[in-house]
């Protein structure tokens, strides 16, 4: 009766304050992972922000590091809410894909944004050695462009924009007009 009465005291431990805080520090690795790999990659993140108080309101959205893997639904939702937002135009910042075999469906969604899309390359997009040639015909569709180390002013002319790739160290130039566009 003795033995059953102290190993039912060792399994009933009381969790103490140091005993919590190592499982903390133990878990949050694991934790960390988890929300990188699961929870993260499916948020989308709205925000609107005022540059300047008295100029006429301008809508775009920026949007980047989609690294496309197939999740169909995932993109098209994405797409979904730049289309609802009805901007002007819409800026990409890089890593569309991680492989190449998933270019072709992400640029067809890309083809769906019925606003003017600008884009550069992201690493992943260089690293998965896909042609350019599919996005800057896609970027073009929509009446944006693929901007590698490059300007476009917008239909309106309005605005100038300037993409800048990460492989060059040459900067293309500030438009003269870029300072009535900020």
């Given at each position: 009766?003795?033995?059953?009465d102290?190993?039912q005291s060792t399994k009933?431990?009381?969790?103490?304050?140091?005993?919590?805080?190592a499982?903390?520090?133990?878990?949050?690795?694991?934790l960390?992972?988890?929300d990188a790999?699961?929870?993260e990659?499916?948020?989308?993140?709205?925000?609107?922000?005022?540059?300047?108080?008295?100029?006429?309101?301008v809508?775009f959205?920026?949007f980047?590091?989609?690294?496309h893997?197939?999740?169909?639904?995932y993109?098209?939702?994405?797409?979904k809410k730049?289309?609802a937002?009805s901007?002007?135009?819409?800026c990409?910042t890089?890593?569309?894909?991680?492989?190449?075999?998933?270019l072709p469906?992400a640029?067809?969604?890309?083809g769906?944004i019925k606003?003017?899309?600008?884009?550069?390359?992201?690493?992943?997009?260089y690293?998965?050695?896909a042609?350019?040639?599919?996005f800057?015909k896609?970027f073009a569709?929509?009446?944006g462009?693929?901007l590698?180390?490059?300007?476009r002013?917008?239909?309106?002319?309005?605005f100038?924009?300037?993409g800048?790739?990460?492989?060059?160290?040459?900067?293309?130039?500030?438009?003269a007009?870029?300072s009535?566009?900020?």
């Amino acid at each position: 009766m003795h033995l059953n009465d102290s190993k039912q005291s060792t399994k009933a431990r009381k969790i103490n304050r140091r005993r919590f805080f190592a499982g903390m520090v133990l878990s949050m690795p694991f934790l960390a992972v988890g929300d990188a790999k699961w929870l993260e990659p499916s948020w989308v993140k709205t925000r609107t922000v005022r540059l300047r108080r008295g100029t006429a309101k301008v809508r775009f959205v920026h949007f980047t590091d989609v690294h496309h893997k197939g999740d169909r639904a995932y993109l098209e939702s994405v797409v979904k809410k730049i289309n609802a937002l009805s901007p002007e135009f819409v800026c990409f910042t890089g890593d569309l894909i991680e492989e190449t075999k998933h270019l072709p469906e992400a640029l067809e969604l890309i083809g769906k944004i019925k606003s003017p899309v600008y884009g550069v390359p992201g690493n992943h997009d260089y690293w998965s050695k896909a042609s350019f040639d599919g996005f800057v015909k896609c970027f073009a569709a929509t009446g944006g462009g693929w901007l590698l180390d490059e300007q476009r002013v917008t239909a309106d002319g309005k605005f100038t924009i300037t993409g800048a790739t990460c492989l060059s160290s040459r900067q293309p130039p500030i438009a003269a007009n870029a300072s009535r566009n900020a």
